[in-house]
């Protein structure tokens, strides 16, 4: 059996007994090990596509500030695959990465991008999206529980629209709803339909609201449809986020979205133990849109 | 020295190979009842055994003691014991004054009483040393048999060597063995550990979650999952050399690495099956 790590990765790993996450003394290369162990998971959610990170070089704690990186940073192998795209406000070519296999995606946990963000539609047809999303937020005090409650029903609504919708955590107090569909309609027709949605809901529910003006009122939970942008993203399923608890954006089935939910329920720690699979080939369930 | 047999103890065989010769015999005395047994080592300290050579001519060094004074050998016969009451002050003893102080031992394992085997915290085992009968093979099954029904361990005495040991009599499987204990006073109590002594109470949900991971790994205990690697190595290092291989002398892994290559062969194994 071979001894060296090199053997098992083109990656040069660096600095994996730095402390990522201080509060429960998660080292980077434990952050390491928790990509390399999810990549199974991960790698088929979010091939062909352009991704955004951020980027923590000393820890969620850290005395550098965590930074956002579309463009492919310098020394970047030639083997991780990148994909040019014109950036009209900075009049340039971004070359933005595109993670297709566990040797990319280590290469990120190296680089210590804990988040790792993706966009709503693939490099091959950039401008149709292949996933609606629903970002369940809710404003304190409403909690995850509460965000847990609108969910439920708008899975409901999308059920009685013949839709199949899958949820994860966003690792913070919210929930993501996705629903994946042919990539056949523009932005602006699947963000139209995202927001009727919400405003359909919002009459049902006092709890819900739909508008991005109504956000900040105390207790309610907006169902925000604006992020159904081009090359606007949401954080990828089995993200790590920048939380003391090194808190985790969790595919979750149905079943386990109810009252009482917490996010510390999902960390790096349990998330890595678990063995459901909830996002399993979502993309062999596309729904075809009638709008 | 130990002549360590490097291609024997690559084969499959888990436990360590049973002694022949006894090193101690008396009864098990409980009240007027005694029960005749020989004792035999059940414990070893395997490892590799090194012996220091002179690097210029590959022979064998050996010990000598030296007087501080004037750097000459001296033999056995002109060596006393000394205990050291101050600062380079002794007083001296002679071997025969010291082993006339020694107790005798009565050859008994004396039992005072009989307890819950788990009510002896792991901390004070020492030793585990074989029963097995002699002459008398009736009295050894009865208080086998009776020890396994009752589930119960007796609290014992014996002199070993020149020591006197507390120890436990109990059954393991289908021998009875005696486990030496230690004195109290040869354990740590941990509540003089200073740090100890202001341990915060873990809030509810964190205390859920690391329960439900505590739980998440459960398992049975199996000693054979665990593998002495340094020894393992080693082992591998002598056949190299033994067949002439240059060593090509690496930098261990550390133990972060360890944990991403079993990752890496795992994640690896599972994207090829797909």
Known sequence: ?291 | MEQENVEDSQTEKTSASAPSRSIWSGNITIGLVNVPVKLFSMIYDKGIAFHFLHKNDGQPLKYVKMCTKDDKIVPWNEVVRGYEVAKNEYITFEQKELDAAKPESDRRIRISKFVDYFSVDPVYFDRTYALLPDKSKDAYSLLYKALEKTNKAGAARITLRTKEYPALLHTYKGALVLTTLRYAYDVVDPADFEPLHKLETPQKTELDLAVKIVTDLSGEFDIAEFEDTYMKRVQELVKQKAKGEKIHIEKPPEIEVKGLMVALRETLKQLEQK
């Not at chain 1, 959610?45 to 850290?62: F, K, M, N, Q, S």
């Not at chain 1, 192998?77 to 993670?99: E, G, H, L, M, Q």
């Not at chain 1, 013949?162 to 919210?174: D, E, N, W």
């Open chain 1, 1 to 291: 059996m071979t001894t060296n790590l090199k053997d098992l990765t083109k990656v040069e790993l660096r600095n994996l007994d730095k402390v990522f996450y201080p509060k429960i003394m998660i080292t980077k290369g434990q952050v390491v090990e928790y990509y390399i162990r999810m990549a199974p998971r991960i790698l088929p959610l979010i091939a062909d596509r352009p991704l955004v990170l951020t980027r923590y070089p000393d820890g969620v704690e850290g005395v550098t500030m965590s930074f956002f990186e579309k463009n492919a940073p310098e020394g970047t192998p030639n083997w991780v695959k990148t994909k040019a795209i014109y950036s009209p406000t900075s009049k340039r070519d971004v070359n933005y990465i595109v993670c297709n296999d566990l040797d990319t995606l280590i290469w990120l946990a190296n680089l210590a991008a804990l988040e790792i963000h993706m966009p709503f539609s693939k490099i091959d047809a950039l401008d149709t999206p292949d996933l609606l999303f629903f970002d369940v937020d809710p404003e304190p005090p409403a909690t995850l529980s509460d965000a847990a409650e609108a969910a439920l029903l708008l899975k409901d609504r999308l059920l009685d629209l013949g839709l199949t919708p899958f949820v994860k955590t966003s690792g913070k107090k919210g929930l993501h709803v996705v629903i994946p569909i042919e990539p056949e309609h523009t932005f602006e027709k699947a963000r139209a339909f995202v927001h009727q949605v919400g405003i359909e809901l919002a009459k049902e529910s006092d709890m819900v609201v739909s508008e991005f003006k109504d956000t900040k009122k105390p207790g309610k939970v907006f169902a925000d449809y604006l992020q159904n942008s081009p090359l606007r993203t949401m954080v990828i399923p089995y993200s790590l986020r920048p939380t003391p608890d090194a808190t985790v954006s969790a595919p979750l089935e149905w079943s386990e979205v109810k009252k009482g939910i917490n996010p510390s329920d999902y960390t790096i720690s349990s998330v890595v133990n678990r063995t459901s699979n909830p996002w399993k080939n979502i993309f062999g369930k596309r729904c075809k849109l009638e709008i």
